[in-house]
């Protein structure tokens, strides 16, 4: 299986789950030149960011090109346990797209 | 000839590929992204098409971001709120390229506190605006940048 992009910290903390996430994505804005060439380096960007847990979707993020390169999240959700699933689903601005899991600690 | 023979191919291949993408990435309800609101070139026309209109300053919106950002790469920010009923939390910087950094929607059960890091092409004003039960608050903070992230 493809290695995924996504760098996941998470931890369940009391009644809630505790999340920290890194893609790994050089987040292209578009808006830089090549330094030979003096065109412009297309945009390659994450759009798209969903994470489910149990079925739900605890969060999501539309993203522009001013999230920094290796989009960084933090954000907790009620309920969640050690060992549980959560599935992150990413689109790019070129329409790839991929799901990836990780487990809460 | 040939030139419209290739146009017409492209637009094929275009068609194709669009009919491809929307059978493999199913979506649940999760709002879609608003190119004109990301592609907005000022902050007002970006809130309007992304929100729906202008949001009233709230002292139940809090955004965390430095005084000074050295590296205009990476400004790390916080956006939370204590109300109630928040639906979704969206970052402006309003002198960016394009105003429209980030939507983030919250389900319910989620916390309204989300943490991330921004470009900011020079200093400029960054605004955090939240989405509770249909309403629109905000909350601003000037931030300096020292050496812009956004290019060139």
Known sequence: MAKGILKVKAKASGDK???????????????RKDKKTGELIPAKFLQELKVMHGGKEVFAANLGTAISKNPYFAFNFA???KG???TMTWVENSGATSTETAKVK | MSMNRRSVVKAIAAGGALVGASVLMPRIAMAAWTTKAFEAEDQATAMNELLGGAAEESAEVTLKAPDIAENGAVVPVTVSSS???????SIFVENNPNPLVAEFLIPAGTDADVSTRLRMGKTSKVTAVVKANGKLYSASKEVKVTIGGCGG
Do not use: C, F, N, W
């Not at chain 1, 999340?19 to 994505?25: E, T």
């Not at chain 2, 109300?83 to 939390?89: F, Q, R």
């Open chain 1, 17 to 31: 789950t505790k999340v920290k996430l890194m893609a790994k994505h050089i987040m292209e804005s578009g808006q």
């Open chain 1, 79 to 81: 309920g969640g346990a």
């Open chain 1, 84 to 86: 549980d699933e959560l």
């Open chain 2, 83 to 89: 109300m109630a009923g928040v639906e979704s939390m």
